[in-house]
Nanobody, 126 residues
Framework: QVQLVESGGGLVQAGGSLRLSCATSGRPFSSYAMGWFRQAPGKEREIVAAINWNGGNTYYVDSVKGRFTISRDHAKSTVYLQMNSLKPEDTAVYYC???????????????????WGQGTQVTVSS
């Protein structure tokens, strides 16, 4: 079992920044890859960013490239999503998730993830 606790969501104006945190516990932090997903009302959940077990490889969906940064702190067993230049279309519930796979890569589909956080609301006003 892995427990995930997200924080950092909120209301921000367009152009502003937020940093989401996802603190994990239950299994060694270096044993899994992690990802951030989001789901807007009426839309399917989509991958936003992913990171492999040691932080050496990352992935971003095209719509956030250059604006968002995913990182992980092994001392704190926490993964972060720094979100800059936020746009109204970034409004969604954001979820962090854990993937256990032996390849050492990152993963971009929700079916590859085993444990999920409770979600944190991000609202960007225009």
């Amino acid at each position: 079992q892995v427990q995930l606790v997200e924080s950092g969501g909120g209301l921000v104006q367009a152009g502003g920044s937020l940093r989401l945190s996802c603190a994990t516990s239950g299994r060694p932090f270096s044993s899994y890859a992690m990802g951030w997903f989001r789901q807007a009302p009426g839309k399917e959940r989509e991958i936003v960013a992913a990171i492999n077990w040691n932080g050496g490889n990352t992935y971003y969906v095209d719509s956030v490239k250059g604006r968002f940064t995913i990182s992980r702190d092994h001392a704190k067993s926490t993964v972060y999503l720094q979100m800059n230049s936020l746009k109204p279309e970034d409004t969604a519930v954001y979820y962090c998730a854990v993937a256990f796979h032996p390849s050492g890569s990152y993963y971009t589909t929700s079916s590859e993830y085993t444990y999920w956080g409770q979600g944190t609301q991000v609202t960007v006003s225009s």
